[in-house]
C-alpha cells in the first residue's frame, strides 16, 4: 500500500542555517503530496503541497518540489527562525481515493528546533 | 481560512467512565470527517472516517464499540471514548476535507484526554 518515509528527527539548527527534511513516498499512479506543521501546542496546519509532478509548493519561505522519478518530496528552507521551530510531517494523497475517501498517509514527523 | 474546532481541549476522567469530544466545521459544511490519534513524539494514526448520515468507517484494529463516532449534522461529529482505561490516554485530533474536490483538509486544535 502507500506509505510515506519521512527522516527522523530532532533536527537542531541555528538561526540562519538551511534546512532539508528529507521525505520519499510510495504510491500508484500520482499522489498528492503535503507538508503540514505543528507549532507548539497548536493544531495541525497545512504548510504546502504539490498535486502533479515537477510542481513546486511554497509557503512562508518553504519549499518543496514533487519529484516523481525518485518519488520525493524534501522540504527546504535558506534561513530559518526560531519561529519555525515545530514538528513537519509529510503526508499524501492516493491518486485512486476518490469522492469522500480523502484520507491521508503520514509519515512520522520530523521536529525542529531553531536556536537563536 | 477554513476553521476546525474542537471540543473540549483536555478532559481528565476516571477509569471506566466515558468521553465524548466534539468536532466542528465552522464555515463550511464537512460530509466526512477524520479522527486520528497521535501518540506522544509520533506520526497522526487514522482512527475512524466519520460520515455524514452513515455509519462510520473504522481503520483496521480499531474498536468501533469502544471509539463511538456520529455525524450528526454537517457541521459536528462526535467522537466517544466509552469505558475509558489509561491506555486510552492520548491526543485525539479531527479533521475535515475542504468541499469542492480540493485536496486540503482543516484539522482541530486537538484534544488531550488523559484517563486516571
Known amino acids: ?116 | 481560512g477554513a476553521v476546525v474546532s474542537q471540543h473540549p481541549s483536555w478532559v481528565i476522567c476516571k477509569s471506566g467512565t466515558s468521553v465524548k469530544i466534539e468536532c466542528r466545521s465552522l464555515d463550511f459544511q464537512a460530509t466526512t470527517m477524520f479522527w486520528y490519534r497521535q501518540f506522544p513524539k509520533q506520526s497522526l494514526m487514522l482512527m475512524a472516517t466519520s460520515n455524514e448520515g452513515s455509519k462510520a468507517t473504522y481503520e483496521q484494529g480499531v474498536e468501533k464499540d469502544k471509539f463511538l463516532i456520529n455525524h450528526a449534522s454537517l457541521t459536528l461529529s462526535t467522537l466517544t471514548v466509552t469505558s475509558a482505561h489509561p491506555e486510552d490516554s492520548s491526543f485525539y485530533i479531527c479533521s475535515a476535507p475542504q468541499r469542492g474536490g480540493s485536496d486540503t483538509q482543516y484539522f482541530g486544535p486537538g484534544t488531550r484526554l488523559t484517563v486516571l
Open chain 1, 1 to 116: 500500500g502507500d506509505s510515506v518515509t519521512q527522516m527522523e528527527g530532532p533536527v537542531t539548527l541555528s538561526e540562519e542555517a538551511f534546512l532539508t527534511i528529507n521525505c520519499t513516498y510510495t504510491a500508484t499512479g500520482y499522489p498528492s503530496l503535503f507538508w503540514y506543521v505543528q507549532y507548539p501546542g497548536e493544531g495541525l496546519q497545512l504548510l504546502l503541497k504539490a498535486t502533479k509532478a515537477d510542481d513546486k509548493g511554497s509557503n512562508k519561505g518553504f519549499e518543496a518540489t514533487y519529484r516523481k522519478e525518485t518519488t520525493s518530496f524534501h522540504l527546504e528552507k535558506g534561513s530559518v527562525q526560531v519561529s519555525d521551530s515545530a514538528v513537519y510531517f509529510c503526508a499524501l494523497k492516493s491518486a485512486s481515493a476518490a469522492g469522500n475517501n480523502r484520507k491521508l498517509i503520514w509519515g512520522l514527523g520530523t521536529s525542529l528546533a531553531v536556536n537563536p
